[in-house]
């Protein structure tokens, strides 16, 4: 049970095909859920132009502030595996007196590239992967220190099917 409380900044932190925006489509409403992808293709029309992130992140975390503002529920699905992506994520929920908390997807190496395969949208090799797994295992260490309220770690695809939120009432 992945406890959140009912008005929170969630950041999803994963890997490449770890599984985030299936995650957040069978969690969250769609509305809830700011993903990096789509950001990119508001700023840029292609999602995955990478060159477009630093715009892409600057429309993200004005429109979670907007969110945050009005008491709603935020998610960022992006991989977050930088620590500086995060402190941005870190930044937006403190000035709205929000908790952070971050949802790690865990998954083996070889299970994520292997569904990285069978999509057309993400034509990375398999060094790129390997990076962010390494950036991933660097991250589970400093998540609480960053500043996250509650860091979650579900390992492999069995612990992320299975999981359920359960919402925390603030008062
Ligand atoms: P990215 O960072 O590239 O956006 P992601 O973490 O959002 O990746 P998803 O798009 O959710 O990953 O999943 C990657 C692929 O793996 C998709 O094709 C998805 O359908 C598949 N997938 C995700 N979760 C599962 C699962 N539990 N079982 C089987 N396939 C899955
Ligand atoms: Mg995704």
């Given at each position: 049970m992945i406890d959140v409380p009912e008005l929170a900044l969630v950041a999803l932190v994963g890997?490449?095909?770890?599984g985030k925006s299936t995650f957040a489509r069978s969690h969250f409403l769609p509305t809830q859920v700011l993903s990096s992808d789509y950001f990119r293709g508001l700023v840029a029309d292609d999602e995955n132009d990478q060159a477009a992130s630093a715009e892409a992140f600057d429309v993200l975390h004005y429109v979670a502030g907007k969110r945050l503002a009005a008491g709603r529920l935020t998610v960022v699905d992006a991989t977050n595996l930088q620590p500086h992506a995060r402190a941005g994520l870190v930044k937006v929920a403190r000035e709205h007196d929000v908790l952070p908390v971050a949802i790690v997807l865990d998954v083996p190496e070889a299970l994520a590239w292997e569904r990285t395969q069978g999509r057309p949208d993400r034509t990375f090799g398999r060094q790129v992967l390997t990076r962010m797994h390494r950036d991933l295992r660097r991250s589970l260490g400093s998540l609480a220190r960053e500043g996250f309220r509650k860091v979650h770690v579900l390992r492999g695809a069995d612990e992320i099917a299975s999981a359920e939120i359960r919402y925390e009432k603030l008062f």
């Open positions: 890997i490449s095909g770890s």
